[in-house]
């Protein structure tokens, strides 16, 4: 499974490339807006900072607004076209976005998908990554991890090449479990990236080490 970090950081970004736990990077308004920095200026460092796809998101409410951002997005870094990949969200406009732009051969990242039937319809329409919400359906009680195997069913039902970003990951038990269910990607903060080192037996076993290496005779 790939990781994606979820994140505009610049500075933790960099972290878990220097970690190999960098395959690639989605951003929103939210994460950027958290920067403080202009949208730009935080495209310009994950274009040279990140080793894999980097998913920027389109704001414009209709389709033709939506295509225009994405040509503008590969158009200011022609020779990273490949690694652009736009988020459009889940609505008809976005679908007639996502479909244009995979006839300009523009990869896209549909956002903001809640159901199979969604992904259904995102796969469709020719979408390059599907982003599940796994976090915010947990948040109103209802199973986000259910939708990513029924998405995972779906697209090996009918061979899709749309691949599966697992997304609005909080904890590290979705982390496990998208692995076990076999999605593509996940996409993952950097706190919860962190939080999957943790064992108290490594932290022990660490400590009786040093204190037993301390021991041993010059
Ligand atoms: O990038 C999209 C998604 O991961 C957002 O997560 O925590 O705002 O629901 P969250």
Known sequence: MKFFIDSADI????????????DGVTTNPSLVARTGRPFKDVIRDLMEIVPGPVSLEAV????????????????DYPDHRDKIFVK???????MVAVRRCADEG?????????????ALLA????????????GRLDDISTGGMQIIEDIVRIYDNYDYDTEIIVASIRHPMHVLE???IGADIATIPFSVVLKLFNH???????????EDN???PE
């Open 60 to 75: 414009s409410e209709n389709a033709d607004g939506m295509v225009e951002e994405a040509r503008g997005f590969v158009g």
């Open 200 to 210: 108290p037996l490594t932290d022990k076993g660490i400590a009786k080490f040093l």
């Open 178 to 180: 998208s692995a076990l």
């Open 106 to 118: 523009i990869n896209t990242n549909v956002t903001l998908v809640f159901t199979a039937t969604q």
């Open 88 to 94: 459009i969200p889940m609505t008809p406009e976005g």
């Open 214 to 216: 301390s021991k041993i």
């Open 123 to 134: 796969a469709k329409a020719g979408a390059s990554y599907v982003s599940p919400f796994i």
């Open 11 to 22: 500075q933790e970004i960099k972290k878990a490339v220097s970690m190999g736990f960098c």
